[in-house]
Protein backbone atom coordinates (compact mmCIF):
# COMPACT_ATOMS: atom_id res chain seq x y z
CA UNK A 1 0.00 0.00 0.00
CA UNK A 2 1.17 3.76 -0.66
CA UNK A 3 0.36 6.83 0.88
CA UNK A 4 0.18 10.32 -1.30
CA UNK A 5 0.73 13.67 -0.17
CA UNK A 6 0.83 16.39 -2.93
CA UNK A 7 2.72 19.55 -2.28
CA UNK A 8 1.18 22.75 -1.74
CA UNK A 9 0.18 24.39 -4.99
CA UNK A 10 -0.50 27.83 -5.95
CA UNK A 11 -1.45 30.59 -7.96
CA UNK A 12 0.64 31.98 -10.70
CA UNK A 13 0.35 34.28 -13.53
CA UNK A 14 -0.41 32.84 -17.21
CA UNK A 15 2.84 31.73 -18.82
CA UNK A 16 4.52 31.05 -15.48
CA UNK A 17 5.66 27.98 -14.04
CA UNK A 18 5.43 25.96 -11.15
CA UNK A 19 6.39 22.60 -10.03
CA UNK A 20 4.10 20.24 -8.09
CA UNK A 21 5.37 16.88 -5.55
CA UNK A 22 3.96 13.99 -4.74
CA UNK A 23 5.53 13.17 -1.22
CA UNK A 24 4.87 8.79 -0.97
CA UNK A 25 4.88 6.03 1.94
CA UNK A 26 5.85 2.74 1.98
CA UNK A 27 9.10 0.67 0.98
CA UNK A 28 8.24 -0.52 -2.23
CA UNK A 29 7.19 2.92 -3.80
CA UNK A 30 9.66 1.71 -7.31
CA UNK A 31 6.99 -0.73 -7.50
CA UNK A 32 4.38 1.73 -8.46
CA UNK A 33 3.72 3.77 -11.46
CA UNK A 34 2.91 7.32 -11.01
CA UNK A 35 0.31 9.98 -12.36
CA UNK A 36 -1.01 13.08 -12.55
CA UNK A 37 -4.77 13.94 -12.76
CA UNK A 38 -6.63 17.17 -12.45
CA UNK A 39 -10.24 18.12 -12.41
CA UNK A 40 -11.60 21.67 -13.06
CA UNK A 41 -14.80 23.39 -11.21
CA UNK A 42 -17.44 21.59 -13.29
CA UNK A 43 -15.87 19.31 -15.83
CA UNK A 44 -14.43 15.11 -15.38
CA UNK A 45 -11.66 14.39 -14.13
CA UNK A 46 -8.54 14.00 -16.63
CA UNK A 47 -5.45 12.79 -17.19
CA UNK A 48 -2.03 14.80 -16.91
CA UNK A 49 0.68 12.79 -16.56
CA UNK A 50 2.24 9.48 -16.07
CA UNK A 51 6.03 7.80 -15.07
CA UNK A 52 6.73 4.64 -15.33
CA UNK A 53 8.02 2.52 -11.96
CA UNK A 54 12.09 3.31 -13.15
CA UNK A 55 11.05 6.30 -15.29
CA UNK A 56 12.27 5.30 -18.36
CA UNK A 57 8.51 5.57 -19.77
CA UNK A 58 6.21 9.08 -19.36
CA UNK A 59 3.07 9.66 -21.00
CA UNK A 60 1.19 13.33 -21.17
CA UNK A 61 -1.83 14.68 -22.18
CA UNK A 62 -1.88 15.92 -25.64
CA UNK A 63 -3.06 19.48 -24.09
CA UNK A 64 0.36 19.67 -21.75
CA UNK A 65 2.71 18.19 -23.80
CA UNK A 66 5.55 20.28 -24.39
CA UNK A 67 4.58 22.50 -21.59
CA UNK A 68 4.34 19.76 -18.66
CA UNK A 69 6.91 17.38 -17.42
CA UNK A 70 6.99 14.15 -15.04
CA UNK A 71 9.91 13.22 -13.09
CA UNK A 72 10.52 10.78 -10.29
CA UNK A 73 13.73 10.04 -7.47
CA UNK A 74 12.80 6.59 -6.30
CA UNK A 75 15.16 6.85 -3.53
CA UNK A 76 13.82 10.12 -2.42
CA UNK A 77 10.07 8.64 -2.75
CA UNK A 78 8.77 11.49 -4.87
CA UNK A 79 7.17 12.20 -7.96
CA UNK A 80 7.20 15.72 -9.80
CA UNK A 81 5.17 17.76 -11.93
CA UNK A 82 7.07 20.94 -13.84
CA UNK A 83 4.25 22.93 -14.98
CA UNK A 84 5.81 25.65 -17.73
CA UNK A 85 4.14 27.89 -19.92
CA UNK A 86 0.96 27.98 -17.85
CA UNK A 87 -2.46 29.03 -19.04
CA UNK A 88 -5.79 29.39 -17.24
CA UNK A 89 -7.19 26.32 -18.50
CA UNK A 90 -4.64 24.68 -16.88
CA UNK A 91 -6.56 26.08 -13.70
CA UNK A 92 -7.61 22.48 -11.15
CA UNK A 93 -7.18 20.43 -8.53
CA UNK A 94 -4.52 18.57 -9.64
CA UNK A 95 -4.17 14.81 -7.93
CA UNK A 96 -1.40 12.67 -7.51
CA UNK A 97 -1.81 8.77 -8.05
CA UNK A 98 -0.82 5.14 -8.24
CA UNK A 99 -0.62 1.86 -9.23
CA UNK A 100 0.96 -1.04 -9.30
CA UNK A 101 0.37 -2.11 -12.54
CA UNK A 102 1.00 -0.39 -15.93
CA UNK A 103 -0.15 3.29 -16.03
CA UNK A 104 -3.13 4.14 -17.78
CA UNK A 105 -5.13 7.01 -18.89
CA UNK A 106 -8.50 7.36 -17.11
CA UNK A 107 -8.48 7.21 -13.09
CA UNK A 108 -10.34 4.06 -12.31
CA UNK A 109 -6.88 2.37 -13.15
CA UNK A 110 -5.35 3.47 -10.44
CA UNK A 111 -5.32 2.29 -6.84
CA UNK A 112 -4.25 5.07 -4.39
CA UNK A 113 -4.28 8.76 -5.12
CA UNK A 114 -3.75 11.52 -2.67
CA UNK A 115 -5.92 14.63 -1.37
CA UNK A 116 -5.31 16.73 -4.15
CA UNK A 117 -3.93 20.88 -4.62
CA UNK A 118 -4.94 23.30 -6.21
CA UNK A 119 -3.57 25.32 -9.04
CA UNK A 120 -4.82 28.67 -9.87
CA UNK A 121 -3.69 30.40 -12.86
CA UNK A 122 -4.96 33.66 -13.78
CA UNK A 123 -5.01 35.83 -16.91
Do not use: H
Not at 43 to 51: S, T
Amino acid sequence: QVQLVESEGGLVQAGGSLRLSCAASGRTFSGYCIGWFRQAPGKEREFVAAISRAGGTTRYADSVKGRFSISRDNAKNTVSLQMNNLKPEDTAVYYCVATGRWFGTTFAEYDYWGQGTQVTVSS
